[in-house]
Nanobody, 121 residues
Framework: VQLVESGGGLVQPGESLRLSCAASGRTFSSWTMGWFRQAPGKEREFVAAINWSDSNTYYADSVKGRFTIFRDSAKNTVFLQMNSLKPEDTAVYYC???????????????WGQGTQVTVSS
């Protein structure tokens, strides 16, 4: 399976962005799709995830109430709507897929190339 992210960019604090992750190739109805991010000098961290089968969602505490993950099954695409962005949200954002309903980085087996999100005034 191939995952391709898009939608990153430079925004000011308080603004919004929507990231997209398009999956192609072999896909699985039982997968969990997740978003992770990595800032310079920091470890990759979990942001949000959604179970493809039942649409259950999971969020990191740092983004709850500001970010929303959702999917378009017909297009095999997962989205991350990011509102009220803060400078600390600046990072490269990665889309990933796992066979498990998990938030652990090492349990995701397929990764996209990443898209840069910069929040700065």
């Amino acid at each position: 399976v191939q995952l391709v992210e898009s939608g990153g960019g430079l925004v000011q604090p308080g603004e919004s962005l929507r990231l997209s992750c398009a999956a192609s190739g072999r896909t699985f109805s039982s997968w969990t799709m997740g978003w992770f991010r990595q800032a310079p000098g920091k470890e990759r961290e979990f942001v949000a995830a959604i179970n493809w089968s039942d649409s259950n969602t999971y969020y990191a505490d740092s983004v709850k109430g500001r970010f929303t993950i959702f999917r378009d099954s017909a297009k095999n695409t997962v989205f991350l709507q990011m509102n009220s962005l803060k400078p600390e949200d600046t990072a490269v954002y990665y889309c990933a897929a796992s066979f498990y309903a998990t938030t652990r980085v090492n349990e995701y087996v397929c990764w996209g190339q990443g898209t840069q999100v910069t929040v700065s005034s």
